[in-house]
Structure formats: C-alpha cells, structure tokens
C-alpha cells in the first residue's frame, strides 16, 4: 500500500531491506553477490536472515518487500548471532543483543563449529521503537549462561517493551511497554496488555488475554483472534488505512512500514 | 405410608427443606425434646426399595448471597470458587481496564443516586429497585465463569444443590432458575434454605441460626431441620461497612491539610479494612447502665478491658486510592467502634429502636423468648451465628455475652414491663440471679439446672426445683437411655452456649454428599413449561403425601413426583 | 474502555429476546412491554445490561443455521480436554474428577501476587555432611517464598502431592484415611472411657481428655467428621435397606443376602425387632460438634494488634486460596494452577456446532469455527481530522516529523468532530447498508450525532488473490467532498469506496460536561464512563444470497444452480469515539 505522497515520513531509506532468502555470516565471510545492495551497510552491521525459503505466490510480493526492513537507528549487536525470518521489521532505537549467546555451542554434525544463535525471530514480526530484546540468562556456578530466544511469525512487540522470554510463539501480540521477562513462555494466539509486567517463568497458553503488574491471564482472545474479516480487509485496531488486526497476518502492516 | 419406612432417612432430614409454618402444637406435645417420630419399623417386604434407589446423580452445590455466589462439589469442604459482583465483574467483554496498573490508584466514582455499595450486590429483596434482567445478566456470567474456570465438567448434565436464604422473593428466583435451567441444562434443582444448612454443618438438628449477612441479619430458630421462627434487623454487614467508612473519612479528614476535599473512601477500602483489621469487643462496654448486670462481675471485667496501654496501639492502613496516596494510623480501639455502633448500638436506648434495626442481642434474645419453651431449650444451647460479618474476631463471644447478660437480666418472660408490679418482678429476677450466681461459685455444675433434673442430684431448693427424690427404676432408665440412647451431650439445652458451624455452602455439601433428597426439587421439564406457578399451591406437604409419592406407585423414575412444591419459598 | 479508542462494539440479540422462560412474574412482564417499546428506542451503552450484551466482533459466532449472532452466552459449551496452562500437560478427565480443578504436578501461584512459583533449591551447607538437600517454592515477582510458612520439600518434583503432606510450619496433614482412623482410635477411646465411668455423670474428665492439648481442629477435619457422624446416622436408619443411599454395592455377599431377604418374609420378620435409635445430633467434636471458644478470637485480636495491617490477608488473596478461611500471612498456601479446558461450543436453540478446536493440546486450530466476522459487515470508526487527508499512524512508528496523531481522549465539546464509518462486508453478495442512530447519544452527556449518508451500498468480497491483486495503489475517486469555504462535508453521498468496503462521514458534537455539573450543583456529578462518546448505530442489512450459501466453495454443482433468496440482518453496534475533554 502506498500512502499519499503528502505523507511525511522519515527520511528516505530509514528501513535498510534486506533481500529475502540471503544469509549471512559474519564468519564464514560473505561471498554472495545478491548481498551487495546492503554491503555498504554490512561493513557496520550484518544481518542475517534465514530459515528456509518462503513460499510466497510470487505475484503478491512487490520488490520492496521481499525481505527484512532494520532500522538504521536500530543498535543491533552480535548480528551474527540473529537469524530474521524474513519480511521482519526492525524499528528505531530497537535493541537486539544478539551478543548474548549461548557461550557452549553446540558442535554441529560436520564437527564444525557453528555460530550460535542467540535470537531467532520468524516472519512478518514487528518489533516496535525503543524495544528491547535479550536472551535471558541463568547464573551457574558462577558464570552466566544465555539461553536462545525464538519468537515466532506474526509477532508484534509494541514500543518500549523488553523482551527476555525463551520463546515467543506466532500470533503474538505484545502492547506498549511491557515487560517480559526472563524465560516466559508464550505460547500461540496471546494477547499481552500494554503495561503489563510477564514475571519470570511465566507460560502464557495459548488463547490468553494477560495483562497487570504481575501479569495475570485476565481472559481469552476470542474465537475470531486474528482473523480479518472480508478478505483480509480488516480495519484495525484503528490505524488509520492499516489493513491489519491484533493477532493477525502482519504482511499488511510490514508493507506499510517504509 | 408403610413404605416409607426406607425413606426415612432421607424424608427425615428433607423435611427440614420444608420449613412449614411452626406448628408448635406439634412441637409442644412432645415429651421431652421434640424430634422427628422414631422410624416405624415395617417389613421392607412391602416396601418398595425403588423408593430409595437413586441412580448416581451428580450434584453441584451453589450457595447464593447478595454478594456473593459459592458453588463447587459435594463432599469437599470448601467450595471451588466464591464469586464477587463487584463492578470489575461487570464490565464488557474486552474492557482490561482493571489490570491497568494506575488502576490501582484511582478510586472509582460511585453513582451518585445509588445506595452504598449497590453496584457490589446482586440482588437485593426490595424489588422495586431491582433490574431483574440485570440481576440475571450477572448471576449468568458468574455461572459460566464458574462453570468454565472451576467446575470444569464434562457434558454430563448435574443436578444443583442450590442454597438458598429463605423469603426469597419469587421473581428473584424465578429468575434464576431461569438461568440455571435454560442457559446451564440442568436437569432438576433440589433448593434447600441457609439456616438448616448451617444447622447441619454445625451437626445440630436444632439451632438458633444468626445469620449477619449483608443486608440484614436474620435470626431463625430451626427445630429438627425445620424453621420455626425468624426475626429479621438491618443491623448487617452493610451497615458495618458503611460505619467503617464514616470512621475512615473522618480520620483522613483529621490528618489531611485544610482546605482538601473531603476524603470519600471507597466501599472497596472500607470493605477491606474490616475484614483486614476490624474487630469487636468482646466484652461489652460500660454504659451499659440502662440494664441491670449482676453487680459481681462486670468491673473486673471492664477494668481489665480498659487498662490503658501505652502507649495506644495503632494500625497503620495504606490508602493508594487516595489523592494523595496515604497511610493512615487509626488506633485500635477505634476499629472496634463500627461494630459497636452498626450491630449493637450501646448509646440508644431499646424504645429507639424501629422492629427492623433492633441490635443484635435484642433481636436473638426476642427470638429466643418467642420460641416455645421446649424448643428454646433447645435453641438457646445452640446459637450457631455464622454469615460474612461473624468472622470478625471477637463479634461471637460478644453476641452470646450480652445474649446471656439479657437473658439473666430479663428471664424468659414475654412480658416487658409490669408496670407498678415490675419492682416486685425485679426483685424475683435479681434473686433468682444470685441465686445462679451463688451456685457458679460452688462450682457445682455447669449444666443449668432448670433444664434436666438428673443432672443437677443436689442442689440447694430454689423456688420449683425441688430435689427429686431418688428411684431407681428412674435411675436405671436414666442409665440405660444414656448406654443405648443418643450421648448425653447432643441432648444439652437450657444454657447459653454458642456452637461453631462450617456455614451454608459446606452444610449444602455434606446434604448432597449423603444423597438426601430435598423437598423443594423441580425438575427442568415442568420448569420450563410452568415456572414457579407450577408448584403447588399447599405451603404444606404433608408427610403422609410425602411419602405416598415416594412409594411404588412413582418410584419408577427414581423419585419423580406427581407435583412439586416451593416449600419455605411458598 | 481499555479497548484503544476508536473501537466497536456488538450487541448480541440474545439481549432482548430472550424469552426462554415460559413464565415471568407480572412485573416482568410488564418490564418486558416496556422492553419492546423500546426495541423501537435506542440501544443504551450507558445502561449496566449493555455490558453484558456488547462483545468484540472477534468473540462473536454465527449460527448458520439460525442465520443469528452467537454470542458467548447464546451458545452451550462442552469441554473437550483438560489442561493445566502452566505445564500444558493434558488432564483426563478421570483424574479431574478424582483430584480436582487443579494441576497436580509442580504448578503453583505465588499467594501473594499469583505470579508462578518456581522451585528453588536451598542452599546446602552440610551437603557434604549427607543433609538432604531442600527446596522451596519462590516467588520470581515479589520474592515471597515457602520459607515463610515453614514449608520445605525434600524433592523439586511432585511439589503437589509433597505440598498435600505438609501443612505450615512443617506438620505433616494425615490424608483422609489416617483421619479416619485417627477418629476410630479416639472414638473408641472415648466409649471405653464412658463405659468404665458412670454413666450419669457427663463429667468434666472425658472432655478434659478430649481437649488434651489438642489443635483446634481444621476446617478439613471438622468436614470429615461430620460426614462421617451423619453417615453412620443415615447407615443406623436402614439397616436393612439393601438400597441404602450410601452405597450401593451389589456384588458385596451382605447385600446379596439382604436382597434374598426382601423375598422370605419370615427372616425379614425376625430382623425387624430391632429398634433402630433415632437420629440424633453430633455429640462431640469427633462427630463435628465445636462448641465456640472465644479463646482464638481473642488471640486473633491480639494479633492484629501486634502485627498490624501487613500480616492479614486481602479479600482477593483470601478467596484466590483454596481455603478461604484464613486471615493471617502465615496461614497462606501455594495455589496450585487451576485447569484450563478446551470447549468446543453449539448454538442453544438449534445445538449446532459453532466452534470445535482440535482436541490436541499443543494445536491451536479449529475443526469448526463459524465466526461472526466472516458473516456480518465490519463496522469501524476514525476520526477525520480537519486536516486532509487521514494521517495514518505506525503504532509505536511515530517518527518526529509525522504530524500529531489525533487524540481520541480529548475530543472537544461543542465543536463539530468528524468521523469516518468504515464498513467492509465479508460476504461474497454485496449488501444494502443501512445505519440509524439516535439524533443525540442516550445518557447524561448528549452529543449530536448526524450520519451524513445513512444508506448506501456494499460490494461483495471476493477471493483472497482477487484483493491482492486489486491491491493497486490506485486511490478511489472520493464520492463527497468538503466544502472547502464551509467545511462542511456534503451529505447524502458516500465518503468513499472500495471493492467491499465503503466509508461515509459522520458528524459527531460532543456534549457539554459542565452542563451536568452545573445542574446538579455539584462536582462529581459524572460517573465513571459518563464522558465516553460512545455512539450507538443500529445496522440494517440487505442482501440476495444463495439458499445454500454455507456450502458454497464446496460443492459448485450446488451453488450454481441454487435458487436466490433476500436475506436481511440487522444488529445494534456501539463504537467508540473517543473521550469527551472535561475543563
């Protein structure tokens, strides 16, 4: 969706997009030529992204949107470590620590050493201004160990939020300055209020509304969470033109975002 | 009528749910305790067993209350979930805002044309205030909710156990019966009233039953599971609160800066505070001067009771929905001040008071004095005083104090004043005091000796109690009644005594868990197509009818009745 | 409403139609004339009834069948699985009914703040010495722990079943078996007693054995001793009851016998010359009787006294436990985590299924799901701010050179706000539209309110890739226009169009707060949701579908030939503007 040429945005080229299916690696050096568009920007910050390729009828995919969109004022670190699924944006002022790797790693089937991955995020996935997004990590013995985060497709983390969850499944849809925090599980199809403070340990079910300081289950989403009425033409939660709902497809709101 | 002899048990104890008009006739005519007719023994051979033969119905066990709904499983001793109406319970589908952290901090505006604490009811027996669809609307959603979070059953349809206050009115049932029939399936209602429930958890078969709920208190003497008198005052719970509030602002007031609104302290913080922090004395207090008290002991007591500390404790109570946030230090003594004032009133004098908002000891003591005498031996040895208020520390000790303190001032005479002969009659109560008195002091017996001759052998003769003579054919009766008859301790009466009970919702339980089958049982079919109309007209089923209904000839379909009844609700 | 504004509200028709009771009491009736009379009236947001009968669009179905709005109280649901939402572990169902609502592993919420416990293992010293190592639950929010109330497991799994072994302060709780026949022993003990005395005197020293040194019994207790007094009552009451309520057990020889002797009369005759007792009231606190002691009452006062406002319980914390009896801090338990199910649910009135999940825990998809949304129209609401055109908003997105967002929470008395109505219509027929409202908003603060185009048309939806490939940023000629001198938007004309979606303008005048103040001469004269804007819109719909349109897709032979009917549907919804400023 284009907006209306009076719209004024950020400068041009706030989000630096990356092509989709490329990966990158900050060991095994980058040698694929489909990289140079972001190679300038690499120099500073790599990003890699990758899982499997994404069937897409590839009619409904305008150039633009065929990968991840990283906010150049995002302060992303150990991007070795982050795997995005693609179609994933990455806004202002978001904070990555991909550094926070799990320090054993786990010696692969070639022998080989593999870069850990510290934070692994699916697709069409927001993660909104000011957020904060670290592994969570146990003290044993001692020293401090992290622990890998996944956070599914679909997931929205509303601005100033800090994430220390283990795992985020898809469909999640976080509000605005939430804390969750270490090794939460929340599972598919949650609802997590603005403000709302997921202790430690928490497991979210899936299907639930939470929300408080400490967070409660304080109801169900409805059956029809994430679902866009007539067609995917849904009219969110009120923004605007955005054709997308809490919970939901967020292909629509990624495209929207430039 | 013969084949009701299996019944029995269960007809015994469902007669209770009856709760006819006293007949006091009846009651009267009974030799000693008056108490159910002993089982007829008749040859089973001719009864049917399909009388008693119950196919394992599953019941849920609700207790409704103004503000609160119980419900859970027969056979446990708490119920799964206690359910409040508060108006976070009211808001729409979606509307989180009670989890918003400043939530906390904001005091919620109440409606201004509305009583205190409307909205935390729900329902209330004026009914001209009442919007029964919205009465409806909550019990529904605190159904589902209990239903869906805590009873957690499969499909099988159960039956409900539904505890109810007694003098419901019929719309308010109707309406929800409405809604356990219609939106939960249920496929028959066994109502039972509170205070025979509360009789029963307390292991009593004959109780005087206080009940300090939320509206009002009500005073019901049960005699062998059935009601038999009932006394109602205002002096309840909400009243309390709303006089725990009034202290509250005026100490927020006291400490506040001037010139700041007026505190307004929400029904919420006043509800918490009493149940948190709020007491009773429990001894009453001094100016008590009105009544004659039996001059011995009541200033040692209160001297112990006034002994000054210092200094004076306090208790600090946080206010976080106050402007500003405070803390507040409320002395102690003062937390018992609403209770004194809401359910005993010490200042006013008895001609002050209206028949509806008679302080508590007023009231028990004028039930006790109405009940005929055989049953008010009974009763008066068994004041079971349950419902929310009573869990405050301290409030039973002082209810039964000046319960007994009236009853020794006063005596058992119905009449209050004689006029110029009441100088003689006082004369008459205060040695009949000393009397009592000297006797506690000898230490002879703890059982009144008005009550059971063979307990009281040797006594110095005070007016009718005459030593009886010794016979020991008597003796050996006496004896053997006691080897082979009920133990001497279940027959006490006569005395003051207070008897601790586990309360409606757990009385509700133990019926259902032992399969007793309620009078007042509808089932969902005739329901739904005659509402209450259907019931029959009679207050008063007799047992006779009772128990032919019981018998072959309908006993096919385990237990179904030819006609139904309201029974108390009637 | 913690629903950010603008939102939308449903009402279910279940709201006034409810007339499943065959009877009502005259005042009801009476209620229920008044009702239909105002069936003609205005949906009331205000009302307290209304916050039963509005529900997101996304909590709604739709009955088929019954060609109705399902909302959550309309339908009959079942469950289908058990599980405990903390360890997702499925429950059966046997072990439902056997041990309660609770998850029985190693799920607990804090008592405090019910945050989950987390087992902690204490540290161990004397590890070396062979201690055994503790552990404890421990609150990851506010720090509360079991080392509070003396609670300690010797293993960090089967908390629960450890938990129901322990009481506070480390007792150990007989289970219900030892109850038993701890009662047994003690009853045993006290008709010994009785019957080496005599008899007559009822004397101080059974019950001075009786109380010897013994806790005041626990609810629990208390619970099963009476249970156990009136069984036996009942059991005295029919000895020869072969279908005794209790139990019924066929296969045991006595009852066997007892069956043989309803059919030879004279066994039965000789039976029957023992005389039952009759039943009587429990007589000491082995038969449940507790004579009240002021004792802990007194000792409870003192308490308070000493420990103040921190040490009791507030009525949240007291009913969030499985005993809500208690008062003091020390007396809190660990809660275990209640159950969660899986329901699947059906129409009330023509018991179709509306929604079935898939029975596997781990799934979250449905077998069966027919939602409101894919069945009536969408129905939101923006604002249109005086500035042209929309300004779309990022969530969370807001860079510093975008312009205000307009501000739902303060929309400004007196002062004409405009509003776009958005509907989009998920059937594949397109459909009539018609809104109404009320010329002024029901309640105390009464905005104007004016649809400049009340009827209108909807086009169908069509497929998914259809939309996606119309999806060409070719902006819609917009149908009406502002007045560019007066600002005002041309009525009877739509705002604007899309495949199946239309807006049109809707001119809002907020009322006047202060006015009500000044009437009733005080300052708080406003509840708490008295200065919403809340608009109610009641929707009219007409459309021509097939006769079997819920098998279209399936089967095209079918939908091909099926003859058209009209259909209508019509709903009240409510939307949210937003907040009136107050001053």
């Not at chain 1, 300038?40 to 890699?48: G, I, Q, V």
Request: glycine content about 6%.
């Amino acid at each position: 969706m284009s907006r209306p040429a009076a719209r004024k945005v950020a400068p041009k080229g706030e989000y630096i997009e990356t092509v989709r299916n490329l990966h990158l690696d900050q060991h095994p050096k980058p040698q694929d030529s489909n990289i140079s568009k972001t190679l300038p920007f690499l120099t500073t910050f790599s990003l890699l992204l990758v899982t499997s390729p994404i069937v897409q009828p590839p009619f409904l995919i305008p150039f633009q949107d065929s990968g991840n969109k990283v906010s150049r004022r995002s302060a992303i670190t150990g991007t070795a470590n982050i795997t995005l699924g693609g179609r994933t944006v990455i806004m202002a002022d978001v904070q990555l620590r991909g550094d926070l790797h799990p320090t054993r790693s786990a010696p692969s089937q070639s022998g080989k050493d593999v870069t850990p991955t510290s934070i692994s995020i699916g697709r069409c996935t927001v993660i909104s201004t000011g957020s904060v997004v670290k592994p969570p990590s146990r003290i044993s013995r001692g020293v401090v160990h992290y622990y890998p985060m996944k956070i599914g497709d679909n997931v929205f983390v509303g601005p100033n939020s800090t994430i220390q969850a283990i795992s985020i499944s898809s469909h999640v849809h976080i509000g605005a300055n939430v804390v969750v925090g270490p090794f939460a599980i929340i599972k598919e199809n949650v609802k997590i209020l603005p403000r709302a403070v997921v202790p430690a340990n928490m497991v979210i079910a899936s299907g639930s509304v939470v929300g408080g300081q400490p967070a409660r289950v304080v109801g169900e989403v409805g059956e029809g969470w994430g679902v866009s009425g007539g067609g995917g033409l849904g009219v969110g939660a009120g923004w605007g033109e955005d054709k997308w709902v809490e919970g939901g497809d967020l292909r629509e709101l990624v495209r929207s975002i430039r | 009528m013969a084949t009701g002899s299996e019944r029995k048990p269960p007809a015994s104890l469902s007669r209770s749910t009856r709760g006819t008009t006293p007949r006091l006739a009846d009651l009267g005519e009974s030799p000693r305790t008056p108490r159910t007719p002993l089982l007829r023994s008749i040859s089973s051979t001719f009864g049917s067993p399909g009388g008693s033969f119950r196919t394992e119905d599953e019941y849920l066990v609700i207790e409704l209350g103004s503000r609160f709904v119980r419900g859970g499983f027969p056979g446990e001793s708490a119920p799964r979930c206690t359910l409040s109406f508060g108006p976070d319970e009211q808001r729409r589908v979606g509307d989180y805002r009670p989890c918003e952290p400043e939530y906390v901090h904001k005091r919620r505006k109440t409606k201004r044309a509305q009583a205190w604490a409307h909205e935390y009811e729900l329902y209330r027996t004026d009914l001209s205030r009442v919007d029964l669809g919205l009465v409806e609307d909550k019990f529904e959603r605190a159904m589902r909710e209990a239903y869906a979070k805590y009873f957690l059953l499969d499909t099988k349809p159960r039956r409900i156990l539904l505890a109810m206050p007694p003098r419901m009115p019929h719309p308010l049932m109707s309406t929800v019966l409405d809604v356990l029939f219609t939106s939960f399936q249920t496929p028959s209602i066994t109502l039972v009233s509170n205070p025979v429930l509360v009789a029963a958890a307390a292991g009593l078969r004959s109780a005087l039953v206080v009940d300090i709920g939320w509206a009002e208190t009500v005073v019901t003497a049960v005699c062998e599971y059935r009601e038999v008198l009932e006394r109602r005052s205002v002096r309840a719970g909400k009243l309390l609160s709303e006089e725990m509030a009034s202290l509250l602002n005026a100490q927020l007031d006291r400490d506040a800066a001037p010139g700041a609104t007026k505190a307004d302290v929400s029904f919420e913080e006043a509800d918490e505070v009493l149940t948190r922090v709020g007491w009773c004395k429990s001894v009453p207090r001094s100016n008590r001067r009105t009544l004659y008290f039996p001059a011995r002991e009541a200033p040692v007591l209160e001297e112990f009771e006034d002994a000054v500390e210092s200094p004076p404790p306090t208790i600090t109570i946080p206010f976080p929905k106050h402007t500003p946030p405070t803390e507040l230090s409320v002395p102690f003594a003062s937390l018992a001040k609403p209770t004194e004032n809401a359910l005993f009133a010490p200042e006013l004098t008895l001609s002050e008071f209206d028949d509806e908002d008679l302080p508590l000891h007023h009231l028990i003591y004028r039930a006790l004095v109405q009940l005929p005498i055989d049953v008010r031996r009974l009763c008066m040895a068994r004041i079971v005083i349950t419902g929310g208020v009573s869990n405050l520390p301290g409030l039973k000790a002082r209810i039964l104090k000046e319960v007994e303190a009236l009853a020794q001032t006063k005596g058992w005479d119905p009449v209050k004043s004689y006029g110029k002969a009441s100088a003689r009659r006082e004369d008459k109560l205060r040695n009949q005091c000393e009397d009592r008195e000297m006797r506690k002091q000898e230490g002879e017996d703890t059982v009144a000796p008005s009550l059971d001759p063979n307990t009281a052998p040797n006594q110095i003769p005070p007016a009718a109690f005459q030593q009886p003579e010794e016979d020991a054919i008597d003796n050996k009766f006496a004896q053997l009644a006691v080897r082979n008859g009920p133990p001497p301790a279940s027959l006490v009466g006569g005395t003051i005594r207070g008897v601790e009970t586990l309360g409606a919702w757990a009385g509700a339980s133990l019926v259902a868990q032992q399969r007793i089958k309620g009078i007042v049982e509808i089932e969902r079919d005739r329901y739904l197509r005659d509402g209450l109309q259907g019931a029959t007209r009679e207050k008063e089923v007799s047992v006779v009818a009772q128990r032919q209904s019981m018998g072959p000839g309908l006993a096919v379909k385990g237990g179904e009745r030819a006609s139904w009844t309201l029974g108390v609700w009637a | 409403m913690a629903q950010s504004f603008p939102y939308t509200y449903y009402a279910c028709d279940c709201f006034d139609s409810n007339t499943t009771t065959s009877t009502k009491r005259a005042s009801q009736v009476v209620a229920a004339a008044a009702a239909t009379e105002d069936e003609e009236q205005t949906f009331d947001p205000q009302n307290p009834r209304s916050n039963y009968a509005l529900y997101p669009l996304e909590h709604l179905l739709y009955c088929e069948d019954c060609q109705q709005i399902r909302c959550p109280r309309c339908v009959l649901e079942e469950t289908l699985n058990w599980y405990c939402p903390s360890c997702l572990f499925e429950v059966p169902s046997s072990v439902v009914k056997s041990d309660g609502n609770r998850c029985t592993r190693n799920c607990f919420n804090c008592p405090i703040c019910i945050s989950p416990l987390v087992v902690n293992l204490l540290e161990n010293a004397d590890a070396d010495q062979g201690t055994p190592d503790r552990h404890i639950l421990i609150c990851p929010y506010c720090h509360w722990s079991t080392l509070e109330t003396g609670v300690e497991f010797e293993k960090h799994t089967g908390v629960y079943a450890q938990l129901a072994r322990i009481a506070n302060g480390g007792k150990h709780i007989p289970t219900s078996k030892e109850r038993d026949k701890e009662r047994e022993r003690r009853k045993e003990l006290e008709a010994r007693q009785r019957d080496s005395k005599n008899p007559l005197s009822p004397s101080s020293e059974t019950a001075a054995v009786e109380t010897e040194a013994r806790e005041p019994p626990s609810r629990d207790d208390l619970f099963s001793n009476l249970a156990a007094f009136y069984k036996s009552q009942l059991e005295a009451q029919t000895p020869a009851n072969p279908f005794s309520p209790g139990e019924m057990n066929f296969s045991s020889p006595s009852a066997y016998s007892r069956i043989m002797n309803l059919y030879s009369t004279n066994t039965a005759k000789k039976q029957k010359r023992v005389k039952p007792t009759p039943m009587r009231e429990a007589a000491s606190e082995l038969e449940g009787l507790v004579i009240y002691d002021p004792a802990s009452d007194s000792a409870a006062i003192e308490r308070i006294k000493r420990d103040g406002w921190n040490s009791t319980l507030s009525p949240t914390q007291k009913l969030a436990q499985t005993n809500p009896h208690l008062q003091f801090a020390d007396e809190l338990r660990p809660i275990p985590t209640l159950l969660c199910t899986k329901r699947s649910k059906r129409c009330r009135s023509c018991r179709h299924i509306l929604s079935k999940p898939e029975s596997k825990i781990t799934s979250t998809r449905y077998k069966i799901k027919l939602l409101a949304l894919n069945h009536i129209p969408r129905l939101s609401i923006r604002a249109l701010p005086p500035t042209n055109p929309p300004i779309p908003s990022i969530p969370g997105g807001s860079t510093a050179s975008q312009p205000q967002p307009f501000n739902y929470n303060t929309l400004r008395s007196g002062i004409p706000t405009h509003f776009l109505l958005h509907l989009s219509n998920p059937l594949f027929d397109p459909i009539r539209v018609t809104l109404a409202t009320s010329s002024t908003t029901p309640g105390k603060v009464q905005s104007r309110v004016t649809i400049l185009c009340p009827q209108f048309d909807v086009g169908a939806n069509t497929d998914v890739w259809d939309d996606a490939l119309s999806s060409s940023p070719a902006p819609m000629a917009r149908r009406s226009t502002i007045n560019a001198e007066t600002g005002q938007i041309e009525a009877g004309k739509i705002w604007d169009k899309g495949r199946n979606w239309t807006s049109v303008a809707i001119e809002v005048v907020p009322g006047f707060l202060a006015d009500l103040k000044n009437v009733s001469g005080e300052e708080d004269g406003l509840d708490e949701d008295d200065d919403l804007l809340e608009i109610p819109i009641f929707v009219r719909l007409e459309f021509e579908a097939d006769v079997h349109a819920e098998e279209r897709g399936l089967s095209d032979s079918r939908g091909s030939k099926a003859e058209r009917e009209s259909r209508e549907q019509a709903f009240w919804t409510v939307v949210g503007a937003g907040r009136i400023a107050g001053r």
